[in-house]
């Protein structure tokens, strides 16, 4: 038996346990977002920026990813939103079970929105579906502009694709244009936010689409 | 047959050609090191500044490693050193097997210091041995303090931590501090670098460190 055939059970046995992730999903009229990217592109600083904005509209629930500790859900839980934290003990990715188990730790029924936020690691989540609507694509700036080139399948996966830390370009070397430019030459159809924790740009255009996206 | 005892046959079959590989090195009396982080915290970068410090002073070779695009090597080239590209096409880490045929294709014997550059992923690279006498972690400032927490193995694994990109500390949440705290709370052998390639701070130190490591 070759690797390669024993990936594909993996991946086979996966995507029947995404699929009933999603029945579930569906059958709450939950929106789900699988937010995925380098470490420190600035994920867990968004989601709470989003709950800040917009837990007083609809209901948000949070599934948070790391290969060590608590420390995200930990920052998480003092804004008082439903949580759960997976650590997957050296792991580089979530799987669609660890997603299941959390779902039954959170009860979801009555959650307009769920974000899981995964492992900090721009290859391997993208083979891994977990059940959601889309992923959503970070990169910070801070990166640099030749990110999608690099790491394709991830921008090829995601329907949108979050620019991150725009306040820090007038220090950096990185055109976002071209960022931007690279970003569409993978996927044309990514929709794609300029956003800033600091500044708060693009926070209430991120808001909005989330919200545009409901489902109840 | 479960996906643990056929990951245990990929990492002994590694085991062994990362082991000639390194009688390789030895025998060139090659000091050769492997680079680590995250995309986007600036190893490329790094690269070229010591190739640009040392190149009159020692023979560097490099060896790139990414999941798509040539665009690494492209730059490194431009400086005249010997460089191989390895694209892995989608696979998150380099293999041992993969370097040994870089190094066939560029004629190590002569060279003081090889450097390798793994694909940018802070998780998958840290439980491949390539051959090299030591990793070095890079961790870029703007991914935030608490990324040696977070991601373990790969600051356990390594000898030399670069703190990379310290020019941006002053525009950052991140305390430089608490960094090294965190690093060294993994593992206290860690030899800790502060770097940036604007200022070009640490870089004479981070380029005698290397001289002082060379076997010939």
């Avoid at 996966?157 to 690279?182: F, G, H, M, R, T």
Wanted: hydrophobic fraction near 40%; aromatic fraction near 6%.
């Amino acid at each position: 038996m070759s690797v390669i055939q024993v990936e594909r059970k993996v991946l086979a046995k996966n995507d029947i346990i995404a699929n009933q992730n999603r029945e579930t999903f569906t059958n709450n009229k939950n929106f789900t977002i699988n937010l995925v990217s380098s470490p420190g592109s600035g994920k867990t600083s968004l989601v709470e920026k989003t709950i800040q904005h917009c837990n007083g509209k609809f209901k948000i629930a949070v599934i948070e990813g790391d290969v060590q500790t608590d420390l995200d859900a930990q920052r998480i839980d003092k804004l008082n939103v439903p949580v759960a934290q997976i650590v997957t003990n050296g792991g580089c990715h979530l799987e669609a079970n660890l997603v299941k188990d959390a779902m039954n730790d959170l009860n979801v029924e009555d959650i307009d929105l769920v974000i899981i936020e995964n492992v900090g690691n721009l290859v391997c989540p993208a083979g891994y579906d977990l059940g959601e609507d889309m992923k959503v694509v970070f990169v910070s700036v801070t990166e640099g502009d030749d990110k999608p080139l690099k790491y394709p399948a991830m921008f090829r996966n995601a329907a949108a694709c979050v620019i991150n830390k725009i306040d820090l370009v007038p220090y950096l070397n990185c055109s976002v244009e071209e960022l931007k430019k690279n970003a569409l030459s993978i996927n044309p159809q990514l929709k794609i936010f300029l956003t800033s924790c600091i500044t708060n740009e693009g926070i209430d255009e991120w808001c909005n689409w989330l919200r545009s996206n409901l489902k109840k």
